[in-house]
T-cell receptor, first 114, second 113 residues
Framework: DGGITQSPKYLFRKEGQNVTLSCEQN?????MYWYRQDPGQGLRLIYY???????QKGDIAEGYSVSREKKESFPLTVTSAQKNPTAFYLC?????????????FGPGTRLTVT | DQQVKQNSPSLSVQEGRISILNCDYT??????FLWYKKYPAEGPTFLIS?????DKNEDGRFTVFLNKSAKHLSLHIVPSQPGDSAVYFC????????????FGTGTSLTVIP
């Protein structure tokens, strides 16, 4: 059945290491998004992509990078330049770029960097 | 600069009563609004939405009201059930935001049996 998969659910890394979070969707959605959620805060947009091989920075893109080589995949790399990477990361997709539809979210990845 | 605000971090309601969750926004170009429900350590799930051309949208126990002049929307849950206990986020987008959505900080609803 269709949905958004994020893996792994929990991820632990040492400070100074890059780490890549996986996001896959089989909903045939054009647009994909990465958000970060911290305690007591809303969802803050890191990056989003409306078509393959194109993506835009969100409000908090510094220290992150993404790629969109395939429509169904939108991996997020948390680099060592990200000052405070420990957070809950959410991937989302929506059906059509430029058309208003709700976003569908994955289950999230909890990243802990020590 | 928070364009979507939920000023009540938490709300407690008795089972069977009405829950009213509020959301304010600042960007007058927003034309589509959504409510999401989120359980801890899970992704948000879509609840209900409303276009700016309407002032009310109803889906079962959930009704969203939009007051464009006040830049305010609210979610009403009637009757409230214990299973409604979760964090509720409002979100908005507009023509000038591309397909980017802006989220509020969330309101944690507790429905007391």
């Amino acid at each position: 059945d269709g949905g958004i998969t994020q893996s792994p659910k929990y991820l632990f890394r040492k400070e100074g290491q890059n780490v890549t979070l996986s996001c896959e969707q089989n909903l045939n959605h054009d647009a994909m998004y990465w958000y970060r959620q911290d305690p007591g805060q809303g969802l803050r947009l890191i990056y989003y992509s409306q078509i393959v091989n194109d993506f835009q920075k969100g409000d908090i893109a510094e220290g992150y990078s993404v790629s969109r080589e395939k429509k169904e995949s939108f991996p997020l790399t948390v680099t060592s330049a990200q000052k405070n990477p420990t957070a809950f990361y959410l991937c989302a997709s929506s059906p059509l770029a430029g058309v208003v539809y709700e976003q569908y979210f994955g289950p999230g990845t909890r990243l802990t960097v020590t | 600069d928070q364009q979507v605000k939920q000023n009540s971090p938490s709300l407690s309601v008795q089972e069977g009563r009405i829950s009213i969750l509020n959301c304010d926004y600042t960007n007058s170009m927003f034309d589509y609004f959504l409510w999401y429900k989120k359980y801890p350590a899970e992704g948000p799930t879509f609840l209900i939405s409303i276009s700016s051309i309407k002032d009310k949208n109803e889906d079962g126990r959930f009704t969203v009201f939009l007051n464009k002049s006040a830049k305010h929307l609210s979610l009403h849950i009637v009757p409230s059930q214990p299973g409604d206990s979760a964090v509720y986020f409002c979100a908005a987008r507009g023509e000038n935001t591309g397909n980017q959505f802006y989220f509020g900080t969330g309101t944690s609803l507790t429905v007391i049996p």
